[in-house]
């Protein structure tokens, strides 16, 4: 970053690099390059290389059916249940690694942003990134066991792309506002990972939705639904694995329930895009 002398002499403040920038192509090209980066330096040196990134959501997936379908006779009733659990933990696994790889990402590239000059949320943005690579690579186990438990591609696959892209819209939002927060408290970090422990647990991912409308109610799967990340997972849930499984359409009784989830989506990602935008030009000081 250049500091111009007059600047100094009139007194004017010099503000450092902004969250994007005046070039929008320059912008996703970093983004994209330093994810690229990123996701082949995660498997440099490893023998297995991408196969521990499959690896990873099938063994919590291996042990979950055990204990929830083997031992307790959880989702008995439930059309191929074992590749909907699978689908929600991948699903979440995505969340998680964005949201967990964004936190400490400007921290982490101290270095960097100390002696280059470029867009601040390339670095964080480029978390969701990676994270959605690592997502995409993890839907070939999902695709595999589907279509092994005797599912089919159906016209309902169409509705991938717009649930992907919400979803993805939500973590980016999250991901800038998370990793612009830790710079000034480093308590974010410790707190995030209760919060998204506590999501697991609070999200449709090892039972399913009816439970929730049998047990508590309509309205409280209504509830649960207006999370973005509990909306994602039944819809694919009804549109991929079978649409026995409620979509989020049905539990709101209309299409229009579900623009309350896209919307809380749009707002988290507004508001990360102000938070972010606000504090780039002092990360640096900061750090």
Known sequence: MTIQRSDLMIGREVTGPTAIGTDRHRFWNLTWTLAITEFKLRFFGSVLGYFWQLMRPLLLFAILYAVFVGILKSGGGEPMFGVALLLGIVVFQFFTDATSLAVKSLVANEGLIRKVDFPRAVIPTSCALQALFNFLLNLVPVAIFLFAAGGRISWGWLAIPPIIAMLLLFVTGLSLFLSALYVSFRDVDPIWAVV??????????????????????TRAAGLMLLNPLATAIQSLRHFVVSPEYESPS????????????????????ALGVWYFGRSASRIAEKL
């Open 250 to 269: 049905d539990v709101f009784g209309s299409w229009a329930g579900v623009l309350a989830p896209c919307l809380i989506a749009s707002i988290c990602f």
């Open 196 to 217: 998204s422990q506590a999501l697991f647990y609070g999200t449709p991912i090892l039972y399913s939705l009816s439970v929730v409308s049998d047990k508590i109610g």
